[in-house]
C-alpha cells in the first residue's frame, strides 16, 4: 500500500479541465518528483491533496485513510505538510515563533501551555540550526531575506513531523548554493523517515534528487517511474516539445 | 541594562501601576474623578477584551457594543426576576452576566465567522443593531424605549463610585491575565498566524474556525460583564446609550491608538482616549461641536500614527538602537509588549 | 390583498433608492476594498446639500442635484486623496475607523448649521399622486425611481461602455493585475469613491423627500446599507441592486402583514438565512487567498 495514493481525481474551473482523472501513488521513504509542462495541474494537484480545494472526483488516500473530504488543518494533523510556491511564512513572527505555530496535538493543555516552553522550543531551535538559520530566529519573518524564508517555511512544516511533505518549487527563485543545501536538506531528511513529493521544473534537481517521477500533462499522468526512464519516453518528451 | 535587569524592571513597573491603580479613590476621592476614574478603568478593559478577538486574530468587531448592551440587560434583567437587593449582591451576578454574552458570542460567531474578514465587520454591525432592535421592541423583556432600571445601591454620598471602580479594575485586571495567558500559549500564537496569514496557518494545522471562535467568545465574556457592571453604575439604561456605536467604535479606536496586538497597547489607548473624551463631552457636549473635534482627533491619530503609539514608539527606539551598532546577532526583536 | 399590492409595489420605489445608495457603497468596496461606514453620512450631507439649496433657490428638489452631485463628486475625490490613500498597512480596518470619523465629524458640522431637528425636502406636487389598481402612488415616489434607473443605467454605461469603467472594473477585479497593464489605480480609487458619493447625492435627494430627517439618520441608514451590500454580494452591483429590492420589499410587506415595528428586522432575518447558505452573498464570489 503506499503512503498517499491519488485516484482519477477531477478538477474542473468553470471550462477549464485543471486535473483530469488523475491516478499517482507516493511510496513511504522515497522522493518522487512531480514534472509536467506548465499549465499541466501540479499546483492545482497540491491544492487537492492537501485540502485547500474540494475535488469533482476521485479519492484520495493517506495511509490507508480516505482525506479528500477534510480540511488542510486536519490533512497537517494526520502528517501531510506543504510549502507554497512563493514561499510563505508568518511575517510579524519572528523566525522562532513562525516555528511553533503548527499545531501537532489540539488538546487544551497543549494549546494553553506556554508556546515558548518545554520541548518545543529546543526542537525548533534544533531544526533552525539543522537548517543553518539559528542565527535569525529572534528576527521577525517579514525581515528575512527570501532564502531564509524558504528554509524557515520548510522549518515550521517539519514541526508536525509529518511523513508526508509535498514542496512546490523548491528550488524557484533560488541561487545554486542554496539549492544545494536544500536538496541535501531534503536527502537527510529523507534519510530520517519523510517522505517528500516534489513539484519542480529545473531538471537537473529533480533527477539528482529523486528516487522516482511522475509526470503530469494535461491533468493526467503520462509517465511514471525512475527518473532515467522517464526522461527518456517519447510521451514525456512529445508533451514537453509538442502538442 | 541586561535582559534579565529589563524584565525585572518591567515586572516592578507593572506591579508599580497596579498599586497606584489600586489607591487611585483613596488619593482622589472626589466623586468627579472617581467617575472619571470608573470609565477608564471600563474602557482599559473594554479595550483589552477587543483586542483579543481584533488584534490578536485581526478579524475586527463592530458589533462589541451588542455585547456589551446585552450583558447590561441580562444583570439587569436577573437582579430583577430574581428580586435581588441592592448592594454587593448583585456583583455576585456579574460572572453570570458574562457567560450569558458567552454563549450569545457563541451563537453569533458560529455564524459570522463563516464569512472573511470584510463580511465579518459588517455582520457584526448587523447583530448589534439587531441586538438593539430586539432591546427597543421587545417591550415585555427589556421596557422597550422606556430603560431598564437596576436596584439602587444603599451606599451613596461620596463614597458611590468607589465600589464600581474597584468592579471595573477587577474585570480590568482579569482582562489583562487573561490576554497575557493567551498572548504566551501556542493559541495565542495560532491567533497570530490566523492573522498574518490564515490559509498558510491551516497549512500547518491551526484550527482556524474554533481558535477564532474561542477568541470571539473570551473576548464577548468579559465585554459583556464589564456592561453588567457599567448598567448597575448607571442604574438606569436604554437601549441606544447601551448598544451603542460609539462605545463600540471608542474601544477599536484605543486599540489602535495604543497598538494593536499588543497587550499595553489597549491599555494606553484608554488611558489616553478615555479621560479626554470626558473632557471633550463636558465642555462641548452641549455643541454638535463635540462630535467634530472627536472626528478630528480621531482622524489626526490615525493618520499620524497609522500603527498605533506602541509599535511605533519602539520601532523608533529600535531604530536608534540599531543605529548606534550593537553587534548585528542582537537583532531586536520589533514586536513590543 | 391590494394592502400588500401596494405594500410591494412601495418596497420597490423605495427600493429603488436603496439601490442606488447602496451600488456606490458597494462600487467603493469593489474597487478600493475598504467599507465606507460612513457612506450613510454622505447621504445625509447630500440630502442636506440639497435641502440648503433648495431652502435659498426655492426649486424643485430633484434640480438641486445638478448642482449637488458635481460638488459631492468634486468632494469624494479630495476624502479620498486626504484620508484614504495616506492608509497602507492594516488598511481595511482603518479604512473603516477613517470613514467612520469622517460621519461623525459630517453628523456633528450637520448638527451645527442645520440643529438636530428634524427636516424633510418638499416639492410643491408632494402630496400628487395617481391611482393604481386599488391604491394610489405618489408622483414624488415614482419620479425618485425613474431618477435613481436613470443614474443606476448612466453608472452601467460607464462601467461596460466606457474605457474607463473598463479601468474600474479591471482595478474590482485584481488591482495588481491592473496596475501592470497600466491602470492608474490611484486615480480609479478617487474616481470610484467621487462616483459613490455622488450616487449618495442623489440617493439623498430621493431619501430627503420621501423621509424625515435629521444628521443623526445616518446610523439606521448605514445598518441598511451594509446588510444591502453583504446579502448582494460585497463588491457586485447587481447583487446590490436585487439585495436592495428583496429587503425592501420584504420589509414593507412586513409592515403591512406583521407590524411595523418588526419591520426592520425582517432584514436582517433575511440576511441570516442568506448568509447560512450563501456566505458570499447572492453574487458574491467565494474568496480563497492566493494559493
Known amino acids: 500500500m503506499s503512503l498517499l495514493q491519488v485516484e482519477g481525481v477531477s478538477k474542473k474551473f468553470g471550462g477549464v479541465v485543471a486535473v483530469d482523472e488523475c491516478s499517482l501513488a507516493v511510496e513511504d521513504r522515497s522522493i518522487t518528483g512531480l514534472i509536467g509542462p506548465n499549465g499541466s495541474g501540479k499546483t492545482t494537484l497540491f491544492n487537492l491533496v492537501t485540502g485547500f480545494i474540494p475535488k469533482d472526483t476521485g479519492t484520495v488516500t493517506f495511509r490507508s485513510r480516505r482525506i479528500d473530504r477534510l480540511g488542510p488543518d486536519r490533512i497537517y494533523e494526520l502528517g501531510i505538510g506543504r510549502t507554497f510556491q512563493l514561499a510563505r511564512i508568518f511575517p510579524r513572527l519572528t523566525a522562532l515563533e513562525n516555528m511553533l505555530v503548527p499545531v501537532r496535538r489540539r488538546g487544551l493543555r497543549a494549546l494553553l501551555s506556554g508556546a515558548s516552553w518545554g520541548s518545543e522550543r529546543a526542537r525548533a531551535m534544533e531544526m533552525l540550526e539543522f537548517l543553518e538559520i539559528a542565527h535569525v530566529a529572534n528576527k521577525l519573518g517579514g525581515a528575512l531575506s527570501y532564502g531564509q524564508r524558504k528554509l524557515l517555511e520548510l522549518g515550521a512544516v517539519m514541526m508536525a513531523e509529518p511523513g508526508l511533505v509535498l514542496l512546490d518549487e523548491p528550488a524557484g527563485g533560488v541561487n545554486p548554493a542554496l539549492l544545494e543545501r536544500i536538496a541535501d536538506h531534503i536527502r537527510k531528511l529523507n534519510d530520517r523517515g519523510i517522505t517528500f513529493l516534489i513539484v519542480e521544473h529545473n531538471m537537473g534537481f529533480v533527477m539528482n534528487l529523486c528516487t522516482n517521477v511522475v509526470v503530469l500533462h494535461r491533468g493526467r499522468t503520462i509517465a511514471s517511474g525512475a527518473p532515467e526512464a522517464v526522461r527518456q519516453d517519447p510521451a514525456v518528451l512529445d508533451a514537453y516539445l509538442g502538442a | 541594562m541586561t535582559p534579565q535587569q529589563m524584565k525585572l524592571a518591567r515586572w516592578l513597573g507593572l506591579a508599580g501601576l497596579f498599586v497606584l491603580a489600586l489607591l487611585v479613590p483613596i488619593i482622589a476621592p472626589d466623586p468627579a474623578t472617581t467617575n472619571i476614574a470608573v470609565f477608564t478603568m471600563m474602557y482599559v478593559g473594554l479595550a483589552t477584551a477587543w483586542n483579543i478577538m481584533g488584534g490578536y486574530t485581526g478579524y475586527v468587531s463592530l458589533g462589541h457594543a451588542g455585547f456589551f448592551g446585552f450583558g447590561s440587560y441580562a444583570l439587569g434583567l436577573m437582579l430583577a426576576h430574581l428580586g435581588v437587593k441592592a448592594g454587593y449582591g448583585p456583583f455576585l451576578f456579574v460572572p453570570i452576566a458574562g457567560l450569558l454574552t458567552a454563549v450569545l458570542a457563541l451563537g453569533i460567531g458560529w455564524f459570522a465567522l463563516r464569512t472573511r474578514a470584510a463580511t465579518f465587520v459588517i455582520v457584526t454591525i448587523a447583530f448589534m443593531f439587531m441586538l438593539q432592535l430586539l432591546a427597543e421592541n421587545l417591550v415585555g423583556l427589556t421596557g422597550g424605549g422606556g430603560g431598564l432600571s437596576f436596584p439602587v445601591p444603599t451606599w451613596g454620598g461620596d463614597f458611590f463610585n468607589t465600589p464600581f471602580y474597584y468592579a471595573m479594575l477587577a474585570l480590568a485586571s482579569i482582562g489583562l491575565l487573561v490576554s497575557w495567558v493567551i498572548r504566551h500559549s501556542k493559541f495565542g500564537l495560532g491567533l497570530l498566524a490566523i492573522r498574518d496569514d490564515e490559509d498558510k496557518a491551516l497549512a500547518v494545522g491551526v484550527p482556524t474556525r474554533a481558535f477564532k471562535l474561542t477568541a470571539f467568545v473570551i473576548s464577548a465574556c468579559l465585554v459583556g460583564m464589564i456592561g453588567g457592571v457599567y448598567g448597575y453604575y448607571v442604574t438606569y439604561i436604554y437601549p441606544q446609550f447601551v448598544v451603542d456605536p460609539l462605545i463600540g467604535i471608542s474601544m477599536v479606536l484605543m486599540v489602535f491608538l495604543g497598538g494593536l496586538g499588543t497587550i499595553s497597547g489597549p491599555v494606553l489607548g484608554a488611558l489616553i482616549l478615555e479621560p479626554a473624551q470626558l473632557w471633550l463631552a463636558y465642555n462641548y457636549g452641549a455643541s454638535r461641536l463635540y462630535l467634530v473635534l472627536y472626528a478630528a482627533v480621531f482622524l489626526v491619530v490615525i493618520l499620524l500614527m497609522p500603527r498605533g503609539i506602541l509599535p511605533s514608539v519602539s520601532e523608533l527606539i529600535s531604530r536608534r538602537r540599531t543605529s548606534a551598532g550593537p553587534p548585528a546577532t542582537a537583532a531586536a526583536r520589533t514586536v513590543p509588549r | ?291
Open chain 3, 1 to 291: 390583498m391590494t394592502l400588500v399590492l401596494e405594500a410591494a409595489v412601495l418596497g420597490v420605489l423605495t427600493g429603488g433608492v436603496y439601490a442606488l445608495m447602496a451600488s456606490g457603497l458597494t462600487l467603493i468596496f469593489g474597487v478600493m476594498r475598504i467599507i465606507n461606514v460612513g457612506h450613510g453620512a454622505l447621504v445625509v450631507l447630500g440630502a442636506y446639500l440639497s435641502f440648503a439649496v433648495w431652502r435659498s433657490l426655492h426649486i424643485d428638489p430633484f434640480v438641486t442635484l445638478l448642482l449637488t452631485m458635481p460638488a459631492m463628486f468634486g468632494l469624494g475625490v479630495v476624502l479620498e486623496m486626504v484620508f484614504i490613500r495616506p492608509l497602507k498597512s492594516d488598511r481595511d480596518a482603518l479604512s473603516v475607523l477613517v470613514t467612520y470619523a469622517l460621519a461623525l465629524g459630517i453628523e456633528g458640522v450637520l448638527g451645527y448649521f442645520f440643529t438636530t431637528n428634524y427636516v424633510q425636502l418638499h416639492a410643491w406636487y408632494d402630496t400628487a399622486s395617481f391611482p393604481v389598481g386599488g391604491f394610489r402612488v405618489t408622483y414624488v415616489y415614482l419620479i425618485g425611481f425613474l431618477l435613481c434607473l436613470l443614474i443606476l443605467g448612466a453608472l452601467f454605461f460607464i462601467l461596460y461602455r466606457t474605457t474607463f469603467g473598463a479601468s474600474i472594473r479591471a482595478t474590482m477585479l485584481n488591482r495588481t493585475a491592473a496596475q501592470l497593464i497600466g491602470v492608474d489605480v490611484d486615480r480609479v480609487s478617487a474616481v470610484a469613491f467621487g462616483i459613490g458619493m455622488a450616487t449618495a447625492a442623489a440617493g439623498g435627494v430621493v431619501f430627503g423627500i420621501t423621509n424625515a430627517f435629521n444628521p443623526g439618520s445616518h446610523y439606521d441608514l448605514i445598518s441598511r446599507l451594509l446588510t444591502i451590500i453583504v446579502l448582494g454580494g460585497l463588491g457586485s452591483l447587481r447583487g446590490a441592486i436585487i439585495a436592495a429590492l428583496v429587503m425592501l420589499v420584504s420589509e414593507d410587506i412586513t409592515s403591512v402583514v406583521i407590524s411595523p415595528v418588526w419591520a426592520s428586522f425582517v432584514f436582517f432575518v433575511i440576511l441570516v438565512v442568506v448568509l447560512l447558505v450563501r456566505p458570499q452573498g447572492l453574487y458574491g464570489v467565494r474568496v480563497r487567498d492566493r494559493i
